[in-house]
């Protein structure tokens, strides 16, 4: 049977004990409800598993008692980073969810002309937030014990300026336009970056930059998709190609 899995953001001490607080404690205690002497797997975001068992519960935090560090195995060996147009409500859920199960190690949200989102400092914050919370509900679920990093929502300049020209990496664009798909991009070195983009799709000035900044545009099949369709499959696809799928 497969035990349950956990995540504490500060690395816990091998052979010691953690403490689990909050709505991951309440999860435990109340959802799942597991008590005093159950095993659990603790993970703490960088590597690191940890198999467990529960010595005390209280309200609103769970004492785990914690045996050997081991490295997770799980971890693809594809450097694979995805550049989202931030889409409404669940759908960017569901693409943060999806993605960190096909083994992204970072997500950059990225708000474009055509996004329907607009967020001010304190809604990206709150969403980053958010979003974190998803991907460590997705790494729980699906046996990763390295955390992507979720970059703060930024707009697709900000984030072509900081990519500036780079080398090493292998750039891909997911274009309905492009007369090429995935089959033809050049062997990766192990480093992959994806620029899907929203709703609306990216504007000519937006896509004319990605190609200026080193992006391969390419198609997938004769069917236009929806962006979370299109980065789910654009992963999956890659992942099978270079990574371990």
């Known amino acids: 049977m497969r035990l349950t899995r956990i995540h504490v953001s500060a690395p816990p001490q091998a052979g010691g004990a953690c403490t689990v607080r909050g709505e991951a404690a309440n999860h435990l205690a109340r959802v799942l409800r597991l008590g005093v002497g159950d095993a659990l797997e603790v993970f703490d975001g ?44 669940e759908r960017m859920d569901w693409v943060v969810q999806k993605a960190v199960e096909l083994g992204v190690t970072r997500i950059v949200p990225v708000l474009t002309e055509r ?6 400092a304190e809604q990206a914050r709150s969403k980053q937030r958010h979003w974190h919370g998803v991907a460590v509900a997705a790494c729980e679920q699906s046996g990763r014990s390295r955390l992507p990093h979720i970059d703060l929502p930024q707009p697709l300049s900000m984030f072509f300026a900081a990519l500036g020209a ?8 997911a274009n309905p336009q492009a007369h090429t798909g995935l089959a033809a991009l050049p062997p990766s070195a192990g480093d992959v970056l994806v620029l899907i983009g929203p ?39 890659l992942q099978q190609r270079f990574g371990d799928l």
Do not use: N, W
């Open 166 to 173: 780079g080398a090493g990496a292998l750039r891909v664009l």
């Open 46 to 89: 960088e590597g690191g598993e940890y198999r467990g068992r529960i010595e005390a519960m209280r309200k609103g935090e769970v004492q785990v008692a914690l045996g050997p560090r081991h490295e997770g195995c799980t971890e693809s060996p594809l450097q694979l980073t995805l550049a989202q147009g931030i889409s409404r409500g």
């Open 199 to 237: 709703e609306g799709g990216l504007a000519a000035a937006e896509s004319h930059a990605a190609l200026e900044h080193g992006f391969l545009p390419v198609r997938l099949g004769p069917r236009v998709l929806r962006t979370e369709t299109a980065a789910v499959a654009v992963l999956a696809l």
């Open 115 to 120: 996004s329907v989102v607009r967020l001010d």
